[in-house]
């Protein structure tokens, strides 16, 4: 008897803290992921090599991938499918400079204001900061990471 007293105890509390509970778990969640995604960068920024991403879709507020414009990448023979949510810059059609983590390609950072213009072809597994074959000055990619708050 005493045990059905502290179940309706316990069911009584979640049902009236029941936002409150929900609202401290989805801050948790969003805390985590945002800790997650700058770590991610910091890796990207550490392991850095360079592609070329290929924009397949303009700006959309939300579909399957989420919010951002979709695009897509190619690292040693691998297609990888992303969203960028950071700009509306971007539009379908139009290939941009992509730098990625060497050691895990799904993780990115987008060099929007790093366009290519002619039908420059990366190598399979990308290019390194020396092998570039277009201008990337050491103060553009500065301008990203602090954008992004990368150390």
């Given at each position: 008897?005493?045990?059905?007293?502290?179940?309706k105890?316990v069911?009584?509390?979640?049902?009236?803290?029941?936002?409150?509970?929900?609202?401290f778990?989805?801050i948790?969640?969003f805390?985590?992921?945002?800790?997650?995604?700058?770590?991610?960068?910091?890796?990207a920024?550490?392991n850095?090599?360079?592609?070329v991403a290929?924009i397949?879709?303009?700006?959309?507020?939300k579909?399957?991938?989420?919010?951002?414009t979709?695009?897509?990448?190619?690292?040693?023979?691998?297609?990888?499918?992303?969203?960028?949510?950071?700009?509306?810059?971007l539009?379908?059609?139009?290939?941009?400079?992509?730098?990625?983590?060497?050691?895990?390609?799904k993780?990115?950072?987008m060099?929007y204001?790093?366009k290519?213009?002619?039908?420059?072809?990366?190598?399979?597994n990308g290019?390194?900061y020396r092998?570039?074959?277009?201008?990337?000055?050491s103060?553009?990619?500065k301008?990203?990471f602090?954008?992004l708050?990368?150390p």
């Amino acid at each position: 008897m005493t045990q059905m007293k502290d179940i309706k105890k316990v069911i009584n509390f979640g049902n009236k803290y029941f936002f409150v509970i929900a609202g401290f778990f989805l801050i948790l969640i969003f805390v985590v992921a945002n800790f997650r995604g700058r770590k991610q960068q910091q890796n990207a920024k550490q392991n850095a090599k360079y592609t070329v991403a290929y924009i397949t879709s303009d700006w959309h507020q939300k579909n399957n991938n989420g919010v951002g414009t979709d695009f897509i990448y190619f690292v040693g023979g691998e297609k990888y499918e992303r969203t960028c949510t950071s700009t509306s810059v971007l539009k379908k059609g139009e290939k941009y400079l992509l730098l990625y983590d060497s050691l895990r390609p799904k993780y990115f950072i987008m060099l929007y204001k790093q366009k290519i213009y002619d039908s420059l072809k990366p190598p399979n597994n990308g290019w390194s900061y020396r092998e570039l074959p277009l201008k990337l000055d050491s103060a553009d990619l500065k301008f990203y990471f602090n954008e992004l708050k990368i150390p």
